[in-house]
C-alpha cells in the first residue's frame, strides 16, 4: 500500500467507502481556532513557505529543538530558506509522529506535492511550493473557499474592538468568520498592574467607566452582546484546572475593588473571583443560546528560562496532571442549580481524564438540546491518530457518538484545514471496521447519517450559526 494513497487510514471496504461516498466532500465547520481576523479581513498573502508553513508554529518548533536545531533557524534571525532548510532536515525523523502525516498531507492538498520532504527534495520544494503561493486564489479567502469552510471561530479578547470581524461581514466572503469570547484578562486580579491596563481597553470599547464590579459585570455584558451581535455563538475558557471555591457578591466586590487600587488578590481570593466571574459568564451563554468551551489540563510555560525569553505559545506547554473531577463537577452544578447550565463543550488534555469528562457530560444532559454538554474532540497533544481514536472510545462507550460535533483545528496556520479531512478518515475506519467485523449493523444508510453528523451536520445544529447561502 503506497504511504497517503487515496485509501490512507481506511482499513476495510465500508470505511474506505464510508469516507469516499459521505465523509470527504462534507462541508467544514472549524467551531475553534486561533486564526488571525485581520488576516482574514486583509486577504492576506504569503511570500513563502517558510512564512505561511513555520511562522507560528509550536508543534513544528518541539520537534526541531528535539532534533538538536538551533533556536536561531527556528524562531531567530535566520533566513526563510534556511529554517525552511531545518526543517527539511528534521521531518525523516518524524516518522510515527503525526506532523510526517500533516506535513506531506498540506504537501500534497495544497501544493499538489507527493514527493516526501528531506535535504534531498528541499530545493524543489521550496521552488514548487512558493511558485504556488504566487497564484491569484493561494491567499486567506482562496483557501477557505477551496476547503468549503462554511464557519471559522476565531478566539476574542473582550476588550477588542471587533474591527476585523465588521470588515468581514460586510466583505463578499462567503465563510461566516464568528468571534470567539476569551475572557481570559478578566480574572487577573492577582496582577493589577496588568488588569488595570486591559480595564482600559475593556472600557474604550464599552464605553463604559469601570471604577467597581457592577461596572466591570456591565462592560462585559456589553462585550458579550457586541460578540452576539458580530456573529459570535461561543465562549472559551483555558484552565489547568476550574476554580472551585465559592463567593459571595460583596466578596468578588471587595477583591476587584482591592486589585483596582493596585493590591493583588491571594490565591485563595482570585480562585473566588474567577468562580464568581465563570458563574456569570455562563449564565451570559445560556441567556443567548451560545455554546461554552473549557480547555481543561495544561500546564502552560513550564520551562521559564526560555518561555520568558520567547514568549507564551513557543513550545513549552505540556499535558497537566491536576485533579480535574470534583472541579468541573461543582462547576457544571452551580450552573445547573441556577437554571443558567449552556450548551457546552468540554476538552481534556491528559487521556487518563477521557472517560471521567465522557461519562460526566451525561450526568449533565437535561433532554432539552440533543448533545448539549458535548465531550470534545481530542485537543492539542491529542489531536492525533491514537488521541482521536481514545476519544471517540471513551464518547461511544458513555455517550452518544451520534451527537458529536466533531473536529476543529485548534490552529493558528492557514494550512491546517486537512486535519479535518485526517479526523474524517480515523472515524470511517473506526465506523466501517466495526460494521465490516459485524461489530456495527451492516446498514449503510444508518452508518453515513452518523458519520455525515459528525462531519458536519451536527455542527450545524448545534452551535446556531447564521450560515451564508
Avoid at 536561531?72 to 509522529?97: C, D, H, M
Wanted: negative net charge; contains cysteine.
Amino acid at each position: 500500500m503506497a504511504y497517503l494513497d487515496e485509501n490512507f487510514l481506511l482499513h476495510s471496504p465500508t470505511a474506505r467507502r464510508l469516507f469516499h461516498e459521505v465523509a470527504k466532500d462534507q462541508p467544514i465547520i472549524d467551531y475553534h481556532c486561533h486564526l488571525s481576523p485581520r488576516e482574514i479581513a486583509s486577504n492576506r498573502r504569503w511570500a513563502d513557505i517558510s512564512e505561511i508553513w513555520l511562522g507560528g508554529d509550536h508543534y513544528k518548533w518541539r520537534l526541531m529543538r528535539a532534533n538538536g536545531i538551533d533556536e536561531n533557524l527556528i524562531t531567530g534571525a535566520s533566513s526563510p530558506r534556511e529554517k525552511f532548510q531545518a526543517w527539511a532536515e528534521t521531518v525523516p525523523y518524524t516518522l510515527r509522529n503525526p506532523i510526517h502525516h500533516w506535513t506531506h498531507i498540506e504537501l500534497q492538498r495544497y501544493f499538489g506535492i507527493d514527493l516526501l520532504l528531506s535535504p534531498d527534495t528541499a530545493d524543489e520544494i521550496w521552488e514548487r511550493t512558493n511558485a504556488t503561493l504566487a497564484e491569484p486564489d493561494f491567499c486567506v479567502h482562496g483557501l477557505l473557499k477551496k476547503f468549503d469552510v462554511r464557519v471559522v471561530g476565531t478566539t476574542d479578547d473582550p476588550a477588542d474592538p471587533l474591527t476585523d470581524h465588521l470588515a468581514i461581514a460586510a466583505s463578499d466572503l462567503s465563510t461566516v468568520v464568528a468571534p470567539t469570547f476569551r475572557p481570559d484578562k478578566a480574572f487577573l486580579v492577582d496582577r493589577p498592574d496588568l488588569l488595570a491596563q486591559w480595564l482600559e481597553k475593556l472600557e474604550t470599547n464599552s464605553g463604559t467607566s469601570i471604577a467597581t464590579l457592577s461596572h466591570l459585570l456591565a462592560a462585559l455584558q456589553k462585550r458579550h452582546d457586541a460578540f452576539h451581535a458580530a456573529g459570535g455563538r461561543l465562549s472559551d475558557h483555558g484552565f489547568d484546572c476550574l476554580p472551585a471555591l465559592h463567593c459571595t457578591d460583596e466578596e468578588a466586590a471587595m477583591i476587584f475593588n482591592d486589585a483596582r487600587m493596585g493590591r493583588a488578590a491571594s490565591p485563595e481570593q482570585k480562585e473566588k473571583f474567577s468562580f464568581y466571574l465563570m458563574v456569570f459568564f455562563g449564565q451570559l451563554d445560556a441567556a443567548k443560546g451560545w455554546t461554552k468551551q473549557l480547555h481543561l489540563g495544561a500546564f502552560r510555560n513550564v520551562n521559564s528560562q526560555l518561555a520568558a525569553k520567547l514568549g507564551p505559545d513557543t513550545g513549552y506547554d505540556t499535558i497537566g496532571d491536576s485533579r480535574q473531577g470534583a472541579a468541573l463537577i461543582n462547576y457544571l452544578d452551580a450552573l445547573s442549580s441556577n437554571g443558567a447550565l449552556p450548551k457546552m463543550v468540554i476538552y481534556n488534555l491528559n487521556p487518563s481524564d477521557n472517560y471521567l469528562f465522557a461519562c460526566l457530560t451525561g450526568a449533565f444532559q437535561d433532554g432539552t438540546v440533543a448533545g448539549k454538554i458535548q465531550f470534545g474532540s481530542g485537543w492539542w497533544f491529542l489531536d492525533q491518530k491514537n488521541g482521536i481514536e481514545l476519544q471517540l472510545e471513551a464518547l461511544s462507550s458513555t455517550g452518544l457518538l451520534s451527537r458529536f460535533v466533531g473536529m476543529l483545528t485548534d490552529s493558528r496556520s492557514f494550512l491546517s484545514f486537512p486535519r479535518h479531512e485526517y479526523f474524517r478518515r480515523i472515524l470511517c475506519n473506526m465506523v466501517g471496521g466495526e460494521a465490516d467485523r459485524g461489530e456495527l449493523p451492516d446498514d449503510f444508510t444508518a452508518l453515513s447519517q452518523l458519520v455525515s453528523g459528525v462531519c458536519y451536520g451536527n455542527a450545524e445544529r448545534y452551535f446556531g450559526f447564521a450560515l451564508k447561502e
